[in-house]
C-alpha cells in the first residue's frame, strides 16, 4: 500500500536483537562443543542439555554436523531437539524446565516447531504434521501444529500468553503426534514477562465494536481473551490484540521507564503511546509477526476523544496493514484508562511526573501556582499547575434579548472535553447540563465557543465543567 519503513529498520533490529528471556538456554545448546555436534541421543531424566530434563521417551540433541541431506539446521544457536529421537514412532519425547514466575504477572512462551517433508517422507513414506503441546505446571495449556508439507527445514513460530499462579512454573513441550514421524522439531524457547498488573482493568474495549482487520492477518480482537484485552490509556496503550492466524499482540506493559510514555529503545521499554490529543505512536510486539508500528504520517492511527471510536491503520513488515475500523466493523475503547496512581491523590503517576517530575510535589490539596484551583482540578482540566494564568474560567458571555439563547465562551484544551451547566438560582436547585451542547471537544485555539439554548430567564447562570475523556 505504501513504501516507507526503511528509517524504522535500526530500531527494529536493535528491539528484536534485545527480547528479554525468562528461560535459560531457550535454544537448547550442547553443555560442550555445541557448533561442532553430530547428534547425541538421550535417555528420560537426562539433565545434559544445561536447564532441560528430558522425559517419556528418547529424543536427539542434534547440532551442524547432523550429516543428513538436504540438512536440517536449527532456528537459533547450533543446536536443536528432534522429540521422535530415534524410535520415530509414538509416544515420543518431553523436555521441561521450571521458572521464576510472579503470581498474577503475564507472561509470553514463544518457540518454534521443525518440520522437513522430505525428511519425513524418506524415513516413514509420507508427511504427518509435528505436532508439539505445552503444559504449564502439568496442565497442557497449547498445541501447535506445524503443517507444512510442502517445506524443507522450515521452522514456525508460535506463542502463548499466561498469568502465572505461583512463585515458579514448569514448562513442558512433548511431542504429540497420533502417526508414525521421523521428525519433530524443537527450538528457540524464549519466555518474557509481558504486561504488568498496573490496571485493574482487563480491557477498556467495547464489548460489541472490538474488531480490526488486516488482509494478511483477518479479524484481529481488540479484547483478546476478554482478560487480556488491549487497554487504551491517557498516556500509554497496554494489554494485548488477538488474531487466529497471528496469535497475540501485545501493546507494552503499562510501566514505561520514565513514567509517562514508552520510549521505544529497548525490549523492556516498548509500546504504544497516546499522546492525550488521541494520536497513537510507538511499537507493540507479536511473537510470530515482530514489530507493529503505529505512526502519525500514513496509517495516522488514531482514537476520538469523544466517542471512542479508534481509525486509522498500522503496519507489520511480515503482515502488511490492519486497518482500526472499516465499513462493516471498528474498534471502539469504552474508556481510557489513567494508569498507576501509587500515592493514591487521585492524580495519576504519568501527569505528576509530566509536570513536577515526581510525586510528592502535588497532591488533592495543594496549589502549587496559587490561583485558587487544587492541583487535582488542574489535572482534570489538564491545565499547567505551576502557571497561576493557565485555568479553565469563562472568558466571554453573551444573551439574547428573551434570555432564552447564550453564547458561552471559555479557555480550553485539546486534551480535554467540556460540557456547560446551568441553573436560574444559586441558592436552591442544582446544576443540569445544557443539551444541547451536551459533551463536547474544545474548538482549536485557546478557547472555546458554543451556543446554549434554554428557556426564557431573567437570570441565569453557568459554570464549565472538564471532563477527562
Known sequence: MKSKWLTALALVLSLCGAQAALVANGSFEAAANAATLSYILLS??????????TTNAELTLDGPLLGISPPLTAAQGSDFLDLTGQHDSPPYASVFQTIATTPGLEYQISFEVGSDNYYDSYYTGTFEAPVVTLALNGVAAFTAVNNFPGLANY?????????????????????????????????????????????????????????????????VDSRGDTNHGAVIGQYVCSGNLYSANVGWINLGNGSPTNQIYYQNLSSNDFGVNQDGLGNLRGYAYGANIGWVEFEQTYGQPQVDLLTGNLSGYVYGANIGWISLSNAVAFVQTDSLDKGPDTDGDGIPDAWEYLHAGNLTTMNATTDNDGDGMKDIAEY??????????????ITALSVNSGGSTSKVTWTSHST?????????????GSWATNTPPGRVSPDVGATTTRSVPDTAATQRFFRVEALVP
Open 44 to 53: 528420560p531424566g537426562s539433565t545434559y542439555i544445561p536447564g532441560w530434563t
Open 155 to 219: 521452522w514456525q513460530v508460535w506463542s502463548f500468553v499466561f498469568t502465572a499462579s505461583a512463585t515458579n512454573t514448569t514448562i513442558m513441550f512433548t511431542g504429540e503426534t497420533a502417526q508414525r514421524v521421523a521428525y519433530i522439531g524443537l527450538d528457540n524457547v524464549i519466555v518474557t514477562a509481558t504486561n504488568a498488573p498496573q490496571s485493574s482493568l482487563a480491557t477498556t474495549i467495547d464489548p460489541v465494536n472490538h474488531y480490526a482487520y488486516g488482509a494478511n492477518t483477518g479479524w
Open 380 to 393: 482534570v482540566a489538564d491545565t499547567d499547575p505551576f502557571d497561576a494564568s493557565d485555568n479553565l474560567r
Open 416 to 428: 480535554r472535553l467540556y460540557q456547560v451547566q446551568s441553573r436560574v438560582d444559586l441558592t436552591t
